[in-house]
């Protein structure tokens, strides 16, 4: 007979120890890439990322390059938590309200045949979201053979909850072998012990309960046409479950309410119609991601960093800048250009970063159901003076250089071994202001959403 009671206990210490390793590769990635994701000043012999946040959002967002050619390249990932455009990206972790460095868990609610699972597959569609359901991963435990696989078998045809550690185990390697940082944890938690042991053995909570509320006749009448061979789709089985849900799982719903942290989407209507409720919920999530995109971007300017930037672009990037006299530069090599540019300077031996980029009042606006994305926003660019090379006596005047336009290339830092011509940079530091827009298109990869810059705009 199994024994749920002793066994959850030895279960969860050996899982509090294997996840405490998995938070540490977990904290170690999101360390790499949420780093400085404070309000602090950034120390300018670092790389940082602060941000200034109002009621609203997000009201600015500075990367401090630290005048490491390399700079936006070192926030790549490190372990498996990192995925989609969070990777390597230097405001991953700016996420609006949020504070931890865990992935995101949306918990999904509602009772047998709600629609989770329906609804679930477009939102991995549409916001690049990795679905684990809970009941998908017992039934395949319970077909591998495993010994509590009979054990699991009977609880399902049962429509009883299978005990925590076992169910937290298999959604724990799900979620590492994932490789993403975005969850849609279907059908759990399903009782109040599935809910704490989740958060002990992760040691973070979700982010939101999207609850799909059905009525029981409704629900009755879609798992009795659903067809897909499962032994607890029957009026027997579903009577069980009913009951467990209202008695184990309405509460788990209720204490998330009480949190302010339900989102009740009515699902007694058509796919598409829940569909567009439940979009709404996950927009958030895209616009961010188009936002840090946009940060790694300037991050990767103020760096001088040229693969970081190419590998943001689209080939056929179309842009309007004060450089281009009014033109409309297509391509590649005009940017390349000015990259170059900084690789030809010769190394600076300021601590102080030559540059650095910071996006105020950025505002997000999804196009094309969220396939394309506008970023606009005003960017600071501050410089610590004009740059001198190879200084010499403070008398000699001729080799000291104005700041020139908008855009001042990043030299790179003097290396230990470095001779010949040095920059460095006498004051009065410098502020610009200009004002950009710039067009993503999504281009998903297997880790998740991505964007490509198709078009900017440049005051
Ligand atoms: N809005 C809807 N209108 C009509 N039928 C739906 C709707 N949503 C889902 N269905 C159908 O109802 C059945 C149950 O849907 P689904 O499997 O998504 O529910 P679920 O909440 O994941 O169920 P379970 O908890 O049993 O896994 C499926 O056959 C699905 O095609
Ligand atoms: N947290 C969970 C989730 C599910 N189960 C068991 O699986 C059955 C089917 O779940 P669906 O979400 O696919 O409907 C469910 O009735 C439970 O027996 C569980 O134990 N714990």
Redesign the pocket.
């Known amino acids: 007979m199994f024994n749920a009671r002793r066994n959850v206990f030895q279960l969860t210490s050996r899982v509090l120890t294997a996840s405490r390793e998995a938070a540490q590769t977990c904290a170690k990635s999101t360390f790499a890439t949420h780093r400085g994701a404070a309000l602090e000043v950034a120390p300018l012999n670092s790389t940082k990322l602060s941000s200034v946040k109002n009621g609203q959002g997000w009201t600015a967002l500075t990367f401090a390059a630290a005048g490491l050619a390399a700079a936006a390249s070192q926030m790549s990932p490190v372990g498996d938590c990192a995925g989609g455009e969070g990777k390597g990206s230097a405001a991953a972790g700016l996420k609006p309200g949020k504070a931890s460095a865990n992935p995101t868990v949306v918990f999904v609610l509602g009772g047998?045949g709600a629609g989770k699972g329906t609804q679930c597959s477009n939102i991995v569609r549409d916001y690049g979201f990795c679905h684990l359901?809970?009941?998908?991963l017992?039934r395949a435990h319970m077909k591998s053979g495993s010994k509590d696989g009979n054990m699991v078998a009977e609880?399902?045809k049962n429509?009883?909850?299978?005990p925590s550690e076992v169910?937290i185990l298999l959604l724990q390697k799900a979620m590492k072998e994932s490789g993403k940082d975005k969850f849609l944890i279907?059908?759990?938690?399903?009782n109040a012990e599935?809910r704490d042991a989740f958060e002990k053995v992760m040691g973070f909570d979700c982010d939101f309960v999207l609850f799909f509320d059905c009525p029981e006749d409704v629900m009755e009448t879609r798992l009795l046409g659903r067809n897909e061979g499962r032994t607890?789709d029957n009026i027997e089985s579903i009577r069980k479950?009913f009951k467990v849900f209202i008695e184990s799982s309405m509460p788990v719903v209720q204490y998330y309410e009480s949190l302010g942290k339900v989102n009740r989407v009515i699902a007694n209507k058509s796919p598409e119609a829940v569909y567009a409720d439940t979009k709404k919920l996950f927009d958030p999530y895209l616009k961010e991601s188009a936002l840090k995109a946009t940060t790694k971007l300037l991050a990767s300017i103020d760096a001088s960093d040229w693969d970081t930037y190419r590998g943001l672009l689209d080939s056929g990037l179309t842009a309007f800048e004060p450089e281009a006299k009014g033109h409309l530069v297509e391509g590649i090599p005009f940017h390349q250009y000015l990259f170059a540019q900084a690789q030809a300077l010769p190394p600076t031996s300021s601590k102080i970063p030559p540059v650095m980029s910071t996006m105020s009042t950025p505002k997000v606006t999804l196009l094309g159901g969220g396939s394309s994305a506008l970023v606009t926003y005003t960017r600071l660019i501050q410089r610590p003076g004009a740059m001198l090379i190879n200084p010499p006596s403070e008398s000699d005047e001729t080799s000291k250089q104005s700041p020139p336009g908008w855009w001042h290339p990043a030299p790179q830092p003097q290396t230990s071994t470095s001779s010949g011509p040095t920059a460095s940079f006498v004051g009065p530091p410098t502020t610009q202001s200009v004002q950009e827009t710039r067009v993503w298109e999504r281009c998903d990869d297997s880790s998740g959403v991505a964007w490509k810059l198709m078009h900017f705009h440049r005051s």
Not at 133 to 136: K, L, N, Q
Not at 159 to 162: A, E, L, M
């Open positions: 047998p359901s809970a009941g998908d017992l609880m399902i429509g009883q909850i299978v169910t279907d059908g759990f938690p399903r599935n607890d479950r």
